[in-house]
């Protein structure tokens, strides 16, 4: 008589498990990570020392989840061309496409972090914070997913964000951060 491996399974629900804890990190980044309980925070490496916060606004219709962004990308726009080719891509499935925002490129700058393709709603990317230090800009990008408890709809969306920031010359740099939102 041959009798059925009742541990067989086992190997599966472990490697099932570790993937699951693996994937619900709360939040991760380029900052410094602390944990309590289940909780993951990271606090971005945001320069405090002698640094400036920049005035940044937000560009109408420049924030949304349908983009055709659909690839991950930091992106710094210095000029009206580029700048009107990035639209584009931001409002490409809006019928009638609206105009480009105008940006004052001899006083402006405008930063656009795209999250690249997902397969369901509930992700959003932000910029929450822009700061100056020495010579460089330093832009801090929050990318938000939905947590395994929220209903999301399940349609493929490209979450992009665009800002204008006030001219500074120097490099620009971008600090990520992230969270999963607990919708349980």
């Given at each position: 008589m041959i009798r059925p491996?009742?541990?067989?399974?086992?190997?599966?629900?472990?490697?099932m498990y570790g993937a699951v804890l693996g994937c619900s990190a709360a939040s991760t980044g380029s900052?410094?990570?602390?944990?309590?309980?289940?909780?993951?925070?990271?606090?971005?490496?945001?320069?405090?020392?002698?640094?400036?916060?920049?005035a940044f606004r937000a560009i109408p219709g420049a924030r949304t989840q349908a983009s055709s962004h659909?690839?991950?990308?930091r992106v710094v726009i210095?000029?009206?061309a580029e700048w009107g080719r990035y639209w584009a891509g931001i409002v490409d499935q809006i019928s009638p496409t609206p105009p480009v925002p105008a940006v004052d490129f001899a006083r402006q700058f405008v930063v656009a972090a795209s999250m690249g393709q997902r397969s369901s709603g509930?992700?959003?990317?932000d910029v929450t914070a822009v700061y100056q230090r020495g010579g460089a800009v330093h832009v801090v990008v929050k990318s938000v997913s939905p947590g395994s408890s929220?209903?999301?709809?399940?349609?493929?969306?490209?979450?992009?964000v665009a800002v204008a920031i006030d001219r500074v010359d120097g490099e620009v740099r971008f600090i990520e951060t992230s969270e999963t939102t607990d919708c349980g």
């Open positions: 491996r009742r541990w067989g399974v086992l190997p599966v629900v472990v490697v900052g410094n990570t602390s944990k309590q309980g289940n909780e993951v925070t990271t606090t971005p490496k945001v320069p405090t020392t002698d640094s400036v916060p920049l659909v690839e991950s990308a210095r000029d009206a509930g992700y959003t990317i929220c209903g999301a709809a399940m349609v493929m969306t490209a979450p992009v």
